[in-house]
């Protein structure tokens, strides 16, 4: 048990998934995972762990950005000896060519800050994910019928930007999404020798406007829950 997650030793499975909400750790467990039992509901923060395919296997809820992320992340390799964490969440937009309901993989994560920013001072580090999973996943996503694109994200430190020149840099440069919490759990996973990958549905898009309806979001999200499982076991 630690701060912020309530689970006994053994109750955390070196595969973790992790969504923003914790709802959706509930829905996705309930829907992928059999056998499933609440491993943690501390500060409601939930999370589950089941089995996918006879493996065992974590969905553990996040919180919304990096801090959030960070505090969970630290605690699940730190205590719990997690091995491989893949964000599954949502994100949005930022090319013509990306549209709602695709999936994006994420190759890297730039971010104006984080939560590791304090270590490395005047180096600019570059976040990636375990190119293990990497391939994995886009060796599963081929099989799927969403579109799929493989690049980099960017990670922002805020919800309400008010930044339209840095988000039309990031468009210039090539960046596929916006989200807020993959660039630390890259960037921890380095630090501690761990696998990691953001598996992320577009659920809306900055330069059109378009979003998916609250309703809609967890039917569309599927095809991201079963790539991120196959790509952990491949």
Request: proline content about 4%; some cysteine; glycine content about 10%.
């Amino acid at each position: 048990m630690t701060i912020h997650i309530g689970a006994a030793p053994g109750d955390i499975a070196e595969t973790v998934l992790m969504p923003g909400d914790p709802y959706r750790a509930k829905w996705a467990a309930e829907t992928f995972l059999q056998d499933i039992r609440l491993v943690n509901e501390v500060r409601g923060m939930l999370g589950y762990t089941g089995l996918w395919n006879g493996h065992p296997v974590t969905i553990q809820g996040s919180g919304m950005g990096m801090p959030s992320l960070s505090i969970y992340a630290n605690e699940l390799i730190r205590d719990y000896g997690a091995q491989t964490l893949i964000r599954i969440g949502s994100c949005g937009g930022m090319q013509d060519k990306v549209k709602v309901r695709d999936i994006i993989l994420a190759m890297t994560a730039s971010t104006v800050n984080s939560p590791s920013s304090g270590i490395f001072r005047e180096l600019n580090f570059a976040p990636c994910a375990d190119w293990s999973l990497l391939q994995a996943a886009a060796q599963a996503a081929s099989k799927r019928s969403s579109a799929v694109h493989i690049g980099g994200i960017y990670s922002s430190d805020v919800f309400y930007d008010e930044r339209p020149d840095l988000n039309e840099q990031m468009v210039r440069h090539g960046i596929l999404g916006v989200e807020m919490e993959a660039a630390e759990l890259y960037t921890l996973a380095a630090r501690h020798g761990r696998r990691a990958l953001a598996v992320l549905t577009v659920s809306d898009h900055l330069a059109t406007g378009e979003a998916l309806p609250a309703d809609q979001r967890e039917r569309s999200f599927g095809d991201m829950v079963e790539i991120a499982l196959e790509a952990a076991f491949s």
